[in-house]
C-alpha cells in the first residue's frame, strides 16, 4: 500500500576495542570503546494510523560512540565489579508527540550511567548477590516547540539483594528483593509521568530429588505489589483505537510457579 514511499539503503562500520589491566591476581581494570549502528526498523519508516503517516521515511540510522571504564575483584570470599559509561548518540530515532505526521525524527543526546554486581560467599551454604544499575539520558537540545531535554525511558537507580542458601548438595533456596527509587527525572512533553518508587519481594526452591531429577517451586512479587518497571512515553502504546490517552503497563502481581 505504501509502494510511493522511498526505500532506503543503509551502510555503517561497527567495531570496539577492550583492554584491561591486571593490578594484581585480584583486582583489574578494563577499558573499552566502541562504535554500532542502528537502522531504522519498518515502523519507525512507514507505520499508519488512521490514514496519517506516523513513520518518518527519510530516517538515518542512529550512531553509538561508547566509552566504558570499569574495575572488578575476584577472591576467595567475594566477587566485585563497578562499570560505568559514556555514550554519544547522533541521529538517535526519537518519537515526538507534538507532531501531526511523521512523529519519528533524528536528534543527538548522550546517555551515562554505572552498574554494579556483587557476590560474598558469607559461609560455605551462604552465599549473597547484589546489584544496583543507573541511566541518566538527556538530549542536546530539545525538540521544536518543547523544553524538556530528558530522554525517555531512562528508569531510575534500582538494586536487587538475594540470599541463596544451599541445604543440601544441588538444592538451593533463594529470598530475593528488587527495588527502585521513584522515577523523578523523565520526559513530561513526551508523555512520560513521575512514577512512585517500589519494593517487591521473590521466593524460589530448586529441591534436587536425585542425581537425575530437580523440582522447582517458587513465588514472584510475593506481596502482590502494583509496580511500573517503564513510564508512559507516547510511543509505547497497545490500544490506539478510541483514545489518546498515554498508558501505564503495571508488571504482574504475585505469581507462582
Not at 519507525?44 to 540510522?61: A, C, H, N, R, V
Not at 541521529?91 to 557476590?119: Q, R
Amino acid at each position: 500500500d505504501n509502494a510511493a514511499l522511498q526505500s532506503n539503503d543503509y551502510s555503517s562500520i561497527n567495531a570496539n576495542l577492550l583492554t584491561s589491566y591486571n593490578v594484581n591476581k585480584e583486582n583489574k581494570i578494563f577499558l573499552g570503546f566502541g562504535k554500532s549502528s542502528r537502522v531504522p526498523d519498518a515502523r519507525e519508516l512507514y507505520f499508519m494510523k488512521s490514514g496519517t503517516l506516523i513513520g518518518t521515511p527519510d530516517l538515518k540510522q542512529t550512531t553509538n560512540q561508547e566509552i566504558d571504564l570499569g574495575y572488578e575483584v575476584k577472591t576467595n570470599v567475594m566477587k566485585f565489579k563497578i562499570k560505568t559509561f559514556y555514550s554519544m548518540l547522533k541521529d538517535y530515532i526519537y518519537y515526538n508527540k507534538d507532531l501531526t505526521t511523521n512523529n519519528f525524527e533524528n536528534i543527538d543526546a548522550t546517555i551515562y550511567g554505572a552498574e554494579l554486581t556483587a557476590s560474598v560467599y558469607a559461609t560455605d551454604d551462604v552465599t549473597v548477590d547484589m546489584g544496583a544499575s543507573y541511566k541518566r539520558g538527556e538530549k542536546d537540545e530539545a525538540l521544536a516547540g518543547q523544553t524538556d531535554k530528558d530522554l525517555a525511558d531512562m528508569a531510575p537507580l534500582r538494586g536487587n539483594l538475594a540470599v541463596n542458601y544451599e541445604y543440601m548438595n544441588n538444592s538451593i533456596a533463594t529470598l530475593e528483593t528488587q527495588v527502585s527509587d521513584k522515577w523523578s527525572e523523565y520526559d513530561a512533553d513526551n508523555g512520560e509521568q513521575e512514577l512512585g518508587s517500589w519494593a517487591i519481594l521473590n521466593m524460589k526452591v530448586n529441591h534436587a530429588v536425585n542425581k537425575n531429577c530437580d523440582f522447582t517451586l517458587g513465588v514472584n512479587n510475593v506481596l502482590d505489589e502494583t509496580y511500573a518497571q517503564s513510564n508512559t512515553y507516547a510511543d509505547l502504546t497497545l490500544i490506539t483505537a478510541g483514545t489518546a490517552d498515554v498508558m501505564l503497563l503495571n508488571e504482574p502481581g504475585r505469581y507462582v510457579y
